[in-house]
């Protein structure tokens, strides 16, 4: 699976394992909703300073963001 | 440390572990030589693509480009 799409995916999991909306995730990263929604369905080739962003937001290493066999959302 | 300077360390220490230069590491993987020496210079804030992209070239997975505390150049 493409590192975009994987990176999408592990930000949906981490985002509904903490209860957190679209849009409060956006919030807390200084980030637009519709840019975290598009990061989520992997049509955004993020960089590394904002995809680090994201993951600090979540509180999660961002190594975790890029591990496929963890995934168990995408539904 | 920055995740794009410690991304940039190991992409050198890894381009050295394989004895290639900058111009050989950007040519397998279809980028500019001056662009792979800001990259190890952590000047750039590279997308996930990319990123992908010489990581795949030095045949490591991705996820080895953000561990710190393996790093062992920056000499």
Same mark, same amino acid.
């Not at 975290?36 to 963001?65: C, D, H, M, W, Y």
């Given at each position: 699976?493409?590192?975009?799409? @994987? ?9 509904? +394992?903490?209860? +957190?909306?679209? *849009? ?15 990061? *989520?369905?992997? *049509?955004?080739? @993020?960089? +590394? +300073?904002?995809?680090? $962003? ?12 890029? @591990? ?6 995408? $539904?």
């Amino acid at each position: 699976m493409n590192i975009i799409r @994987i990176f999408g995916l592990r930000v949906r999991h981490y985002r509904k +394992l903490k209860s +957190l909306s679209q *849009e409060e995730l956006a919030d807390l990263c200084d980030l637009h909703r519709t840019y975290i929604g598009s990061v *989520e369905r992997g *049509e955004r080739n @993020i960089t +590394l +300073l904002n995809a680090e $962003k994201i993951a600090q937001s979540l509180g999660e290493p961002l190594i975790s963001f890029f @591990i496929e066999d963890g995934e168990r959302d995408g $539904k």
